[in-house]
């Protein structure tokens, strides 16, 4: 079955980038499987439902929507400036909600403005990269699986330099969840005490913050 982490691994899935021409530089290549798992058996009580497909056997019944997500051309639209990249991460849900589609277009940019080929990529990894680090800061009103996405995006494109800003982060990030009060014409929004879910949350992100910190600062 299509398990919790099955966005994330298939947007990682997706290679970098490709020359397929002298007039066309930049290309996402997208692995293709006859099977999912040579040493795995896939009889009749391994078969899935149509509710809850595998990921090969989604990935195989939407290639073409795929395909079509990842031209270059598309992927460029969310770089052209900090609000479109940022209105895409956004896309990003809580409680592992989020359209396979939209995980698989980050998973792809996040590895496009790594492409030396791509036009003025410095800038646009620089756009990418800023947009991840703000979202990873905003989800701490969130639950820690989106953080975890923005984060898995940084191991992919996260600059030196940006090591810092992760330190400081692995130190505060905190799982916060707000009660919020109307008055006649206020709206009051108090921070609350943190379960123990909310405990084990911040603790799991800041250690993977940590992690990413290391390995982008190689």
């Not at 090591?163 to 009660?179: C, D, F």
């Not at 014409?185 to 909310?198: D, G, I, L, R, Y």
């Not at 603790?203 to 992690?211: D, K, L, M, N, P």
């Amino acid at each position: 079955m299509m398990n919790r982490l099955f966005a994330i691994a298939l947007a990682a899935a997706l290679a970098g980038c490709a020359t397929t021409s002298p007039e066309q530089s930049v290309e996402p290549v997208l692995p293709k499987f006859d099977d999912p798992n040579p040493y795995a058996s896939y009889d009749t009580g391994m078969a899935s439902d149509k509710a809850r497909p595998m990921a090969y056997e989604w990935q195989k019944s939407h290639d073409a929507e795929i395909v079509a997500a990842t031209r270059p051309e598309v992927l460029l639209k969310f770089l052209e400036s900090d609000e479109a990249a940022v209105k895409l991460l956004d896309e990003v849900k809580p409680d592992f909600k989020t359209d396979p589609i939209v995980m698989i277009q980050i998973g792809a940019i996040s590895q496009l403005v790594m492409c030396t080929k791509l036009p003025d990529a410095p800038r646009l990894r620089a756009r990418w990269t800023k947009a991840l680090l703000g979202r990873v800061a905003a989800s701490q009103t969130m639950d820690a699986y989106c953080a975890l996405v923005y984060l898995d995006q940084l191991r992919w494109c996260g600059h030196p330099d940006e090591a810092k800003e992760l330190r400081q982060l692995a130190g505060s990030w905190s799982r916060i969840r707000y009660k919020v009060t109307q008055g006649d014409n206020t709206v009051t929004a108090e921070p609350q005490p943190q379960t123990e879910q909310e405990k084990t949350d911040t603790r799991r992100v800041r250690e993977f913050i940590a992690q990413v910190e290391r390995e982008i600062a190689k």
